[in-house]
Nanobody, 126 residues
Framework: HVQLVESGGGLVQAGGSLRLSCAAS????????MGWFRQAPGKDREFVVG????????RYADSVKGRFTISRDNAVNTMYLQMNSLKPEDTAVYYC???????????????????WGQGTQVTVSS
């Protein structure tokens, strides 16, 4: 199976930036669609952004458009999330995910993903 490990979370002030990474190991995920989800305390896990296996297609949640940017480097099996202009409402545990098939298109639903990382905490202070 594919193992996913997130890193780069932390505490930042509103308006600041943070870059998250998701490293994949085990069975290669180079042809997988991937994405980021987040879960705030007391809330359901929600879609943030997804990317096709080639990186040619992306889809962002309305709440992060213009502020977050997803990218991937399949040569090193790593996906990134650049987070700018952070707001307190961005505070959540961020999870990366990978889908085994259908990698040519972006997946936006939790049920479309097969592998999940352990999450990394992002806290944005006022």
């Amino acid at each position: 199976h594919v193992q996913l490990v997130e890193s780069g979370g932390g505490l930042v002030q509103a308006g600041g930036s943070l870059r998250l990474s998701c490293a994949a190991s085990g069975r290669t995920a180079s042809m997988y669609a991937m994405g980021w989800f987040r879960q705030a305390p007391g809330k359901d896990r929600e879609f943030v952004v997804g990317i096709s296996w080639s990186g040619g297609s992306t889809r962002y949640a309305d709440s992060v458009k213009g502020r977050f940017t997803i990218s991937r480097d399949n040569a090193v099996n790593t996906m990134y999330l650049q987070m700018n202009s952070l707001k307190p409402e961005d505070t959540a545990v961020y999870y990366c995910a990978a889908r085994r098939s259908g990698g040519a298109r972006v997946a936006v639903s939790i049920g479309e993903y097969d592998y999940w990382g352990q999450g990394t905490q992002v806290t944005v202070s006022s």
